[in-house]
């Protein structure tokens, strides 16, 4: 059972908006920046997203990240096929002094 | 360009030991904190420890605390995990992460991982 929570799945059309939610608690996201992975097989994770909200460069404005409370989401827009991945949340957790993961939501492009 | 790239993982019997290393490049080392962060096949990410950019401080899971030890060497530019113990549920693909700044800062750069296998 992850600390924080992530749909199991879930899936869109070229072109279309997704949004992958991230629930925790006051000791976590309530608390802490998130940050969101991109993960392929076979390639190394990737940082999509720190402190909430904050994008790397190189990472496409298409992905952005927000956070209330204790929930935090990563949208994507204009889906493209490539966008099709394993996604995961993360945040430092005050309580368990250790780093906290969501379960992963897999993302497919229809 | 940021390369870090694991090495060491291999198939172990329970309570068997294995030594994990990894080499880094493209990145000022010694700025930054690192961590090993696992993947269990089919499974989710668990972070597992993280050590200072001195090394004089590190953190553990509550899952390997007494088991693994963190370690690097900056003059080598490369991270440790010794691994004491083994169970069957330390299988899983290891991956070396460079943290943006401490060890409560993000996972800025990833390797690809390495294997580790625990079983009879």
């Known amino acids: 059972q992850s600390v924080l929570t992530q749909p199991f799945s879930a899936s869109g059309t070229p072109g279309q908006r997704v949004t992958i939610s991230c629930s925790g608690s006051s000791s976590n996201i309530g608390s802490k920046n998130v940050n969101w992975y991109q993960l392929i097989p076979g390639t190394a994770p990737k940082l999509l997203i720190f402190s909430d909200i904050h994008r790397p460069s190189g990472v496409p404005d298409r992905f952005s990240g927000s956070k209330s409370g204790t929930s935090a989401s990563l949208a994507i827009s204009g889906l493209r096929s490539e966008d099709e991945a394993d996604y995961y949340c993360a945040a430092w957790d005050d309580s368990l002094n250790a780093w906290a993961f969501g379960g992963g939501t897999r993302l497919t492009v229809l | 360009e940021v390369q870090l790239v694991e090495s060491g993982g291999s198939v172990v019997r329970p309570g068997g030991s294995v030594r994990l290393s990894c080499a880094a490049s493209g990145f000022t080392f010694d700025d930054f904190a690192m961590s090993w962060v696992r993947q269990v096949p089919g499974k989710g990410l668990e972070w597992v420890s993280c050590?200072?950019?001195?090394?004089?401080?590190?953190d553990y899971a509550d899952s390997v605390k007494g088991r693994f030890t963190i370690s690097r060497d900056n003059a080598k530019n490369s991270l440790y995990l010794q691994m004491n113990s083994l169970r069957a549920e330390d299988t899983a693909l290891y991956h070396c992460?460079?943290?943006?700044?401490?060890?409560?800062?993000?996972?800025?750069?990833w390797g690809q991982g390495i294997l580790v296998t625990v079983s009879s």
């Open positions: 992460a460079s943290h943006g700044g401490t060890c409560h800062a993000n996972f800025d750069y």
């Open positions: 050590i200072s950019w001195s090394g004089d401080s590190a």
